[in-house]
Every structure is written in C-alpha cells, then in structure tokens.
C-alpha cells in the first residue's frame, strides 16, 4: 500500500505533518534524551514539552490572525503573557514540581 501511487502522497503528507512535530521535540524540546529517571518525571518532561510546542503555535497562529486582520498586536501580546503567567502559578500545585522550574530554566 505505501508503494502505490496513492500511497507515496499519503505517506508524504504524513510525513511533513506528524514527523516534524517530532522532530521539532527531538531537536528543542530535549526529547533526545530523557531528563529524569521514573515514569512520572519523564511523563511530566514530555507533557511540558508538548505544552511548549503548542503554545508556539498558538502565538504563531495568533500572530498570523494578527498581520492578516491589523489588530494591536502589542495589545495582544499583553493578554497572551497574561494567559501564560496564569498557567504558570498553576506549576507550583502540578506533583514533582520541581522537575516542572527544572525543564523551564533550561
């Protein structure tokens, strides 16, 4: 099947989507190596690197929503620390904590 004309399309696609979000955790989010030792901390390394990769896309997405439409975007840089800030008070309750400040100040 993935040697069929359709399959090669298929399998291209995926593989400009699906891959390189793995790579892109490979490369800047330390998922070539695990941090920590133990299921918890090493689920807790993923889950944050997942979390960063998707508030990258979230402030592309929001800066590109923002050239398109011509809102202040300084304005809405502001609300999006704000969001950001917020999330980060919530660390401090998350278990193993530590390994959460740990994987930021890298």
Same mark, same amino acid.
């Given at each position: ?6 399959? @090669? ?13 793995? =790579? ?12 920590? *030792?133990? &299921?918890?901390? /090493? ?13 990258? @896309?979230? =402030? ?15 304005? *809405?840089?502001?609300?999006? &620390?704000?969001?950001? *800030?917020?999330?980060?008070?919530? /660390? ?15």
């Amino acid at each position: 099947m993935r040697l069929t004309a359709w399959g @090669k399309k298929v399998y291209a696609r995926r593989k400009e989507t699906v891959e390189r979000n793995f =790579a892109d955790a490979k490369q800047h989010h330390g998922h070539r190596y695990a941090r920590f *030792r133990g &299921l918890m901390k /090493v689920q807790m390394q993923c889950l944050l690197a997942a979390a960063a990769q998707n508030i990258k @896309k979230m =402030a592309l997405l929001e800066l590109f929503c923002c050239l398109l439409t011509k809102y202040d975007i300084h304005g *809405r840089a502001i609300k999006w &620390l704000k969001i950001f *800030r917020a999330l980060l008070k919530g /660390v401090n309750e998350w278990p193993g904590k530590n390994i959460a400040i740990a994987t930021f100040s890298r």
